[in-house]
């Protein structure tokens, strides 16, 4: 028999027959640190190969949910203000076939075109954002566009207080101090998820996920370790609490897969993607 | 002064002398992901002389047991069914000498050979399995002599409900049923050792250790990591239980050490090993 | 742009439209040192499109060659034989749609399922074999089918003489000796390639090249390195001499990506892979 | 702008201007199982750049603390005594500066020249030991000077119950008996940490950190892993105990880059070299 | 003895006492393939001390050159042209005190800032460039500043024929052709160094070497590895043609560390260093 | 069928059975840039067994030579003189027994304990000595025993001209010098060996391989890579000059495994050695 695993745990929908929508966004030129994360799509399609599409933690198979794998955006390096655009007509373009749009970075920049094009198709817009790192600057090195800076310019773009930050454990002491103002922020722990899940029930809801909230020791594919995240117990702990939410997006960011030579991270982003692709696409069947 | 760091821990006893045997089964065609778990023996070897020999959990040195390291049996590579007829052989061997068997893999498929002689000499055998994959299934790709498929031989072999699994987190929805039906089973944490350790106090036992079931932050050494899994202190803790349980033959297996360049997994490996020589030993010891 | 990087260079062709048809053959379970190289066509996939598809060296461009890439067969790990008739049955039915069969390994022993069916197609074949290792052996650890046994097995098929050898430099003094007396035998380097494509100009022609006949220097990716062997330009130059011979198939095997984390040996299989897609298409072209 | 990453967190104090004053000690030749400890000032010089200077633990920034690097000492391989002496002199250059000194290892046996120094420019020293190894042996392969000999040093030299050790997991029967009647000895965690800080509240303290008291899931870059360890948040809340103690000088020893290709072993280095800084720099500024 | 490694060679000149300048230009946001540049100039910091500082192919010693370390420019990340201008500031500072500018990348593009001023300070400037890739493209994925469009840039700059380029082995048919026409253009060896190093004798060279011009089996620490390139000998031997000439500047660029942990990479940038600091040096002195 | 790799090339000869007898002696406490050689001897055991042992180059089997493997010397790490001093005794003891010492490193330094106790057996000793290191300074750091300094030492102990010098690239000024005027120098190649065979036909002959006399290429497991050394073809095809001499000892020191992760540079030794021990051994018979 033959065949190519070149989609995400074998998908084969196209986006008219699927409820989600998958792309791949391979760019990390703002990375001020080791750069990298532009392989991860291509090494999560190959991995998610091996994840088991059953999830015991939801008794539910990712067979049940129908997701489409659009492939990976054709992003130029070194422009970031461009890059921004082609994310946010593709995450429009899925939005506008009522779909789920789905980004796999690249670097947590990208999360910020994917977020205008959803705000705009929901006003009352809540974000969930996990995170080691505020990325709460106003700039960094001079530029205004960079991984360091995309929350910031969420929180310009979104009403004060939709944005719920879980997990941060590094930022300069006037991104705590904006954080503490600002955001619904919940540093060090994803504690809280629960309460806020419950608060943010009738909301549209996008969700970030950047990976390095992890603890490095369970996810070392980062080129930013900060050592104190949480488990991934913990982080998949916290996720199912977002089960029956109405979620209208989400990304996974900031895998790099150079530094990960042991697959274990990939393995992790995989089983996040598994395990929010049966959240978001259960609770819009269950709609 | 000359050596040679050719046997587990320094060991030098003959098999006569011993009261435990240890060999190595490097093996591992069948393995479906990535594979390397044939240089685990070789490896532990090397690494077990860095391992202190006095456990300060159970206040025993190893010198204590008697074991003898009778070396690695050379098994042909891409032939399943002669290589479990060549690991029952060996098996029946040292359980004739009445020694305890301890087989180092290789892959998990290796544990059926082991088991298949030791429940001859023992019908009222249970089985104590720890792992992070059900490997109930019938057949995979086809074969039917497979990695994914070793419990479910067990569990024709033996009476329902002889075989206690834990820590399982990973298979299908058709697994994790028959499970719940055919075994003892306690998936995703190891919990319910201690009242497991209570009801199987006066039969024989047989532990087998897929390492996968610690988390892959403990154990990267693993062509199947699967994130969610248990701490090492969490499985130090709970084999910990096993004290003074009729242990009759053990294996460990499934450290692949290609994957992790740390050594972490290695010493994770002979640690659980030292510690279970010394349960196995001095139980045996003591009856 | 949406882009998926899932066929080797970029090429789009159906097996119709195509002269030349790439299949990949992830199998390595008789490999007796280090395996891996199962992971080999899903690694030049990803690596093809870094490659520029120009090749200066024969100043001709991979778009002017038209080559399907019809996937990986999906073979039994554990029964080689199975896997051999997979291959064969493959490699027939692109002969049979008119079509030059390319198989990228996976391991040596794959040819032999190639081999029996271009020979078939093609009862006056001759075989042009570049490797490090004679592969003569009658048997290997108990094994008939083997990597170690490979070209005995051709011999067995092909009436003497009839196969061209170059590179061997590692073997049993039988198998030189073998090899002297029943191949067309050229240790240790690739001298004789022009002499022997004036001498074989009219025959049909498989060319088999397993990539540690390259120093491991140049080939860090494989399981068994072998110093002394020859450079990339001398194996380059060598393929030069096979331009306008009526190449009937073609492999390359061995490539191990785990061993060679560095890149250098993928861009080596891939950049061979280009000249010989140049060398047999535009042989076709001409006839 | 040019910059040269030179010094720890990019201070630029001199020893005159500063209250700490950091020196680098590269050197392992004792190490006996995996050197590669003498590479760690240099990386972690590196690395500490992308450290944020700003801890929200203690809701103080680095810059609010005068540290002066001072630079590596360049230490003779291959003779122990002769380094001791160096490292004493060193020590006691900066003691009688009224700084407080702060070593960044190679291997632990590099404490004793340290301690050395500052026992005796405070006789009613308190020493508190974190490790995984005991490292009280009387000699080690015939040698009195080695890694694994400097607790046992230290207790020669210093009164009865003045050092408090906390985490050891490793050891012979004969050192987890001399430490239970000779040290304040607290095995496998660190939980009383907070209980001793009150108790020695009024002593001068010498903090010295072996790493690997750290899992190696947190801290794989160790020659000596010891799975069974403490996460890295319980040690950065048992450090955190140590605030307000006078602190007159500390070392952090054993990171071994060559280990851990991800980088989160220094990462982690880095952050416990960041807290101890302000922990000891913020105590001295309010005496 | 303190020390800090932190200039290369160890070398301690302030600009103004030095006849060549160093500088590093850590940039890599145009890298197409895999990136790491950036990480070249620390890294190549640090294994220049382990380099003899005698060159027994010259036999001259560095000691005898005064080269002055001025250490990395602080370049923003994802603005390919603000860095240019950076760099070409630097340059003309450096030209501007009558030193010989030499700047270590960093991605080949960054070689476009120094010609810029190297050009207006010498308008009969010949370039010598040796590289694997033609890099002469009008733009890349939609960039006309890219590493792929370098050598097109400085041909628009520079008069026809006075860039001499060598080694090339890699391009688009169309590259090829225009540097049949627009250049002297030597690919595949360096065979015709001597030839024009007597051409170019009275004239001012600026050399630029992307340093993947070496096979990858002697240097792997590449992002773009092209198999069929020059020995490290061969590099060595021709470079000592230029002995003599009247080198005005020059670069050596594209070292990527995360590509090659073995370290061989970078000893190799060290001694191509070396020898033209003392080539480029010992012409100055003699001039 | 049990068996351990315990021996090399499965070797089970007794001291008294052989003619030829190898020591692994694991030290590198002296070097001073990258630590690792201690684990060449127990990492060329294992891959011993994966070379043929028939040598197609000299047409004999290591069967047809007798060697023992009689283990590892246990080192104490940080005592040179010691150290020297046991592999003097181990020496002696072989050579008093009539057999051919072969020592395997560790460092260089060690060749000076060895070239004791075979000098003082045979006064009219030559050394044939290849390394790309001088080793000739007459301290390194304030020590006088070290690796840079072994042939220094040996220079004192034989009479002028006796010592045979091959492929230096490396080393100061002074060296150079001294090298000229005290050994038969034949810096960079190894072109006089054939001539120098010649000349020393009638000399008993001890050589010491450091192994990075090879270019990083082809053997990047070296704590001190030196680009520009000569190939492994160059390399063999000059010890098959050293045929029928009179060798009464060798030594193959520097590989430094860690350095290495894909194995050819242990795969290089190991064929030295295999080619070496026919040499030497078969010259023996012959005698």
């Known amino acids: ?15 008219e027959q699927a409820d989600l929508a998958i792309f791949g966004a391979p760019f990390d030129s703002t990375t001020s640190n080791r750069p990298g994360t532009r392989f991860a799509p291509a090494l999560m399609r190959l991995d998610s190969i091996n994840l ?67 705000y705009e198709a929901y006003p009352d817009l809540n974000l969930i954002h996990l995170d080691a790192h505020a990325d709460l600057r106003e700039e960094y090195l001079g530029e205004e566009l960079s991984h360091a800076t995309i929350m910031r310019h969420c929180c310009n773009l979104l009403p004060p207080k939709t944005i719920h930050s879980f997990g941060v454990r590094s930022g300069l002491r ?25 608060i943010v029930r ?12 992890l603890d490095p020791a369970f996810f070392p594919g980062t080129g930013t370790p900060e050592p104190g995240g949480v488990t991934f117990k913990e982080l998949l702990d916290n996720l199912l609490y977002l089960r029956n939410l109405n979620i209208v997006g989400f990304d996974i960011v900031e895998l790099c897969p150079p530094e990960d030579l042991t697959g274990i991270s990939s393995a992790a982003a995989c089983k996040v993607l598994r395990e929010m692709l049966i959240i978001a696409g259960n609770a819009k069947n269950s709609l």
Do not use: C, W
């Not at 999830?55 to 198979?61: E, G, L, V």
């Not at 955001?183 to 899940?197: G, K, R, S, T, V």
């Open 1 to 15: 028999m033959l065949t190519n695993h070149t989609k995400f745990f074998g998908y084969d929908y196209s986006l």
């Open 52 to 118: 088991e599409t059953y999830s015991p933690y939801q008794k539910i198979d990712l067979t049940e949910i129908k997701v489409a794998d659009i492939g990976d955006l054709e992003l130029a390096f070194g422009n970031a203000e461009k890059v921004l655009a082609d994310i946010y007509t593709q995450t429009k373009e899925i939005l506008v076939s009522a779909k789920i749009p789905i980004m796999l970075g690249g670097e947590h920049l990208l999360t910020l075109g994917a977020v205008r094009a959803v």
């Open 174 to 198: 006037e991104e705590f101090e904006f954080a503490a103002e600002n955001l619904n922020f919940h540093p060090f722990e994803l504690d809280h998820m629960q309460d806020i899940a419950n």
């Open 202 to 213: 009738d909301k549209p809801i996008y969700v970030t996920i950047d990976l390095d909230v």
